[in-house]
């Protein structure tokens, strides 16, 4: 079975800086996807990012990147010129080939600091 | 494209009780998940539907839980005489599936379920 770790609980940034927040998984699947999804508080969780196993070059979207190390089986999330509605809760997920089912990490608590 | 809507999105009930759940998908979404996501935990999967077939069911769904999918279209999930460990949030989320490719879950906004 596959897992995801997200090792810190919480993290803080000053607006207008950069954050990293760390993710590393466990999988016996050549190919498969990876996501950052943002839950805002009392909101819904919306995808921030996805990286598929099979494409060495790293993700990016607009101020969000990734760092996708196949091999170390880690997928870190960049956040850069951080903005207040940044703050949420991070969850990095994997899911295997064909649409199944996502598994979770437990989530990084992002705080932003005007 | 309304989003994935979720009813109700709060409810109390009292320890053995019975409650159902709604969820309604993008329209167009073959495939439908329901996940729990308990206070400072991230989702856990349920259960998961393509079109009206229930493909998979997670060990954590006990045989208090059921869930269905009619018509292919909405959903509902179950929870027969409720324990104060099944008070947690109550994720749905849809997606398609076709022979071109994958696509994404998108999430509805939940039902935050408290057992007293």
């Known amino acids: 079975a596959q897992t995801v770790t997200q090792s810190q609980p919480e993290m803080s940034v000053q607006e207008a800086e950069t954050v990293t927040l760390s993710c590393t998984y466990d999988t016996s699947e050549s190919d498969y996807y990876l996501f950052w999804y943002k839950q805002p508080p009392s909101r819904q969780m919306i995808l921030v990012i996805r990286?598929?196993?099979?494409?060495?070059q790293n993700a990016t979207e607009n101020r969000f990147s990734v760092n996708f190390q196949k091999a170390a089986k880690s997928f870190s999330l960049k956040i850069s010129d951080s903005q207040l509605g940044d703050a949420a809760m991070y969850f990095c997920a994997y899911r295997s080939l064909g649409n199944t089912p996502l598994v979770f990490g437990k989530g990084t608590r992002l705080s932003v600091i005007a | 494209d309304t989003g994935v809507s979720q009813d109700p999105r709060h409810k109390i009930t009292k320890r053995g009780q019975n409650v159902t759940f709604r969820c309604d998908p993008i329209s167009e979404h073959n495939r439908l998940y329901w996940y729990r996501q308990t206070l400072g935990q991230g989702p856990e999967f349920l259960t998961y539907f393509q079109n009206e077939a229930q493909l998979e069911k997670s060990r954590l769904l006990s045989d208090r839980f059921s869930a269905e999918r009619p018509k292919g279209s909405f959903s509902t999930l179950e929870i027969q005489r409720t324990e104060q460990g099944d008070s947690a949030m109550y994720l749905c989320?849809?997606?398609?599936?076709?022979?071109?490719?994958?696509?994404?879950?998108?999430f509805g906004p939940g039902t935050r379920l408290t057992v007293t």
């Open positions: 989320a849809s997606s398609l599936l076709d022979g071109q490719g994958t696509y994404e879950q998108y």
């Open positions: 990286q598929e196993a099979y494409k060495q």
